[in-house]
């Protein structure tokens, strides 16, 4: 697997240079884009946004769940209810940030454009550096939910 991946690298490392890119190492960290070694492709930069995308809608799913808790697992339910205005803030953000990311490339997976390709991933690379901040504030806003929970929890246990 190494082999396939160092090819990766080479390939991608020519689109680096020439569009500017993020590292093949930043985006890997942040997205796993070396699963795409696992496949053959000629258009690396189409299957590294792809990559990329699935980790996207994933968060964007998780927010929708959590502004939207009606058919959420209980566990979440229960949490989203300690949230604050700030918290609230956060999530429509996120999900307005992600919804965009989302419609862009529906448009960008119509037609095959190197160059659009290359500027969609560093947008999103860089506003990801944001998102995942805020996506840490929202982990935390849940744990606070849940100590808060917990806390309530063991005052009314009657054994």
């Known amino acids: ?7 990766i690298k080479k390939e991608y490392s020519k689109f680096e240079k020439k569009y500017k890119l993020p590292s093949f190492q930043s985006l890997n960290y942040d997205f796993d884009v070396e699963k795409i070694a696992e496949k053959e492709t000629e258009l690396v930069l189409r299957e590294m946004r792809k ?5 996207v809608i994933a968060y964007l799913r998780f927010i929708e769940m959590l502004i939207n808790p009606s058919n959420a697992p209980m ?3 229960a949490l ?11 999530l429509e953000s996120l999900y307005s ?3 965009e990311f989302e419609l862009n490339v529906i448009e960008i997976d119509n037609e095959y454009n190197e160059k659009e390709e290359a500027e969609f991933i560093n947008n999103l690379y ?12 929202i ?10 929970k917990s806390r309530k929890n063991e005052k009314g246990y009657l054994g």
């Open 1 to 7: 697997m190494s082999e396939k991946i160092d090819n």
């Open 51 to 55: 990559v990329i995308m699935d980790k």
């Open 75 to 77: 566990f979440f339910i």
């Open 80 to 90: 989203a209810k300690y949230f604050t205005t700030e918290d609230k803030k956060t």
């Open 97 to 99: 940030k992600l919804g």
């Open 126 to 137: 860089k506003d990801w550096q944001k998102i995942k901040k805020d996506m840490k504030k």
């Open 139 to 148: 982990v935390e806003a849940l744990r606070r939910g849940w100590r808060t």
